[in-house]
């Protein structure tokens, strides 16, 4: 990974205009350090890694700023927990109910039913969250659309 890409969310935050503490910063690097979708508590023990003075709680309430900016996502993979990721792309999550590992995937031919179903009901599809469970046939290799192993 080269440094660009180490910054990337660092930079989305600083052009959302948010003030950035260095504790904020360590959250972003750790952000873009993370392939996955951490919850806080795990993030958290990626962040003390960078900056070993930042609590839990700051942590958290960080990712709600970060949220309600639109840098990061939620996700919610039903173990109870809010899971996070830098927001991108409209992608779907599918959760392996063997070892809850949550593989990514995107589909145009969900997106144009999801599209239909809603102008059916007189909508316009403006977006859309999906979990998809399941667990796999024999030993066959991930299909993931990005790097996945959680
Ligand atoms: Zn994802």
């Known amino acids: ?3 660009a890409m180490d910054e990337l969310m660092l930079q989305k935050c ?3 205009g948010l003030r950035m ?6 959250i972003a690097k750790a952000l873009d350090q993370s392939f996955d979708h951490p919850d806080a508590e795990l993030l958290y023990k990626r962040v003390i890694k960078i900056d ?3 609590s839990f709680a700051t942590i958290y309430r960080t990712l709600g700023v970060f949220e309600r900016a639109g ?3 939620k996700v919610d993979v039903g173990d109870g927990k809010s899971h996070y ?3 991108r792309d409209q992608h779907e999550h599918l959760v392996d109910t063997e070892n809850g590992q949550i593989h990514e995937f995107k589909s145009e ?3 144009a039913l999801l599209s239909q179903i809603a102008d059916k009901m007189g909508f316009e599809l403006t977006s859309h969250k999906l979990e998809v469970y399941g667990k796999k046939h024999g030993d066959v290799s991930c299909r993931c659309i990005q790097i996945k192993v959680y």
Request: net charge negative.
């Open 1 to 3: 990974m080269d440094a």
């Open 14 to 16: 600083i052009d959302a």
């Open 21 to 26: 503490t260095s504790q904020r910063e360590a």
């Open 52 to 54: 070993s003075t930042i």
């Open 71 to 73: 840098l990061v996502q």
């Open 85 to 87: 990721e830098i927001a």
């Open 109 to 111: 031919e969900l997106t």
